[in-house]
């Protein structure tokens, strides 16, 4: 059984985007265009994971939130928007942080690390944040 997405945004071709994105990855997806209907939209039909409209920086998974800092959310941010590609470290820590970054690329890691431990407190046994070795991250966007 695929995986339920929420996509709730308000510019349709961004929300359209998004579910070929995910579509294309074995997840079903369904939008909501206005924020104030998603509670009643998630009590019809339950999503695992909800994504909102990337200007409330949060993050719910399994109708909890999931407390990101801002790179954290940062990075999902990234690789959710292009699931099964890779980004490389130097890559990632550039898109997050809006700069060429002069820190250690390997800072990264240890954003990656913490990212994933709070996934996993959330969805236990499943590993969304895949590591090429090598290269860099992926969002492995495979469903069960």
Same mark, same amino acid.
């Given at each position: 059984?695929?995986?339920?997405? =929420?996509?709730? #945004? !308000? @510019?349709?071709?961004?929300?359209? =985007? ?7 990855? +074995?997840?079903? $997806?369904?939008?909501? &265009?206005?924020? #104030?209907?998603?509670?009643? *939209?998630?009590?019809? !039909? ?6 909102? !409209?990337?200007? /409330? ?6 109708? *909890?939130? =999931? &407390?990101? /800092?801002?790179? @954290? %959310? ?7 928007? *292009? ?7 130097? #890559? ?5 942080? +809006?700069?060429? %970054? @002069? +820190?250690?690329?390997? $800072?990264?890691? /240890? ?15 499943? #590993?969304?944040?895949? /590591? ?6 992926? %969002? ?5």
């Amino acid at each position: 059984m695929s995986r339920h997405i =929420l996509i709730v #945004e !308000d @510019e349709k071709k961004i929300a359209d =985007l998004l579910c070929d994105y995910l579509k294309a990855a +074995g997840f079903r $997806t369904s939008t909501q &265009n206005n924020g #104030e209907r998603v509670i009643a *939209q998630i009590k019809k !039909d339950p999503s695992d994971l909800i994504l909102l !409209d990337y200007k /409330t920086h949060q993050v719910m998974i399994d109708k *909890q939130v =999931l &407390n990101l /800092t801002p790179n @954290e %959310f940062g990075l999902l941010k990234i690789l959710m928007s *292009q699931p099964n590609r890779v980004f490389s470290r130097s #890559e990632l820590i550039n898109r997050v942080q +809006g700069y060429d %970054f @002069e +820190g250690y690329d390997r $800072t990264i890691d /240890t954003h990656i690390k913490n990212l994933r431990k709070k996934i996993a407190q959330k969805l236990p046994g499943q #590993e969304i944040i895949s /590591t090429v070795y090598g290269v860099g991250y992926k %969002f492995s966007a495979s469903a069960d």
